[in-house]
């Protein structure tokens, strides 16, 4: 994600304050200790929605169709994961904050981590693994083939989110597979909003989508404006 949004640090970007000339200062000269203590806040938070989800089960608190909202809760906070990784970049580059950069995988992780979830729940629980029917879901409700395709698209990047990985891939091929997760953004926002299309309720993936576009956006444009100079 950005050029690779769901895992590893990049250099700083030269609109950072330090590549401009001037000395970093405030959270963007963030020492190692404070940046420990900022990463484990984040993963605190990021947890957050799984333990509500365990909190309300052990309390049964899940209304009266249970399987429908934990559903809707692990594809919600999965669009939510997605969007934060996707603004890691940005937000970088317009505060000089580059440690930011050392957040992104872990929450690219935790997008796939709900992402899972939401998966597990459709296949395991609703059409109780009965694969033949899961196939004839994914052939035939739209909203289901582009969810579908998000996740399966999701997994290798899960899977390649190491140190290590990045060594074995080498850093041009690695790059170029995390680059999926622009198109993973787009089919996540096209599953959320045919879901609604039946209830015509667009608001709240209305406000999803516009979070993308802009997320998107802003990379088109700044990767448009040096070759337009």
Request: aromatic fraction near 14%.
């Amino acid at each position: 994600m950005g050029r690779a949004d769901m895992t590893v640090a990049q250099p700083a970007s030269p609109h950072s304050a330090g590549a401009r000339g001037g000395k970093a200062s405030g959270l963007a000269a963030l020492p190692q200790s404070q940046v420990s203590i900022v990463k484990v806040a984040i993963w605190l938070l990021a947890m957050l929605p799984f333990v509500r989800l365990l909190y309300l089960g052990s309390t049964s608190q899940f209304g009266a169709n249970p399987l429908e909202f934990v559903t809707r809760s692990t594809g919600t906070w999965t669009l939510v994961m997605l969007c934060v990784t996707l603004a890691v970049t940005p937000l970088r580059r317009l505060t000089g904050w580059n440690w930011l950069v050392r957040m992104r995988r872990m929450l690219g992780l935790f997008a796939f981590f709900y992402g899972l979830q939401h998966f597990l729940l459709w296949i395991g629980v609703d059409r109780g693994f009965d694969l033949a029917y899961m196939l004839k879901d994914v052939a035939k409700r739209p909203f289901i083939t582009v969810g579908f395709t998000a996740f399966v698209l999701m997994a290798p990047l899960a899977l390649t989110s190491t140190s290590g990985m990045v060594r074995r891939l080498g850093g041009r091929r690695w790059q170029a597979l995390h680059k999926a997760v622009y198109a993973i953004a787009v089919l996540a926002i096209l599953h959320y909003w045919w879901h609604k299309a039946g209830k015509n309720d667009f608001g709240e993936v209305s406000i999803y989508a516009a979070v993308v576009f802009v997320l998107l956006g802003l990379r088109l444009w700044w990767r448009w404006r040096p070759a337009a100079r």
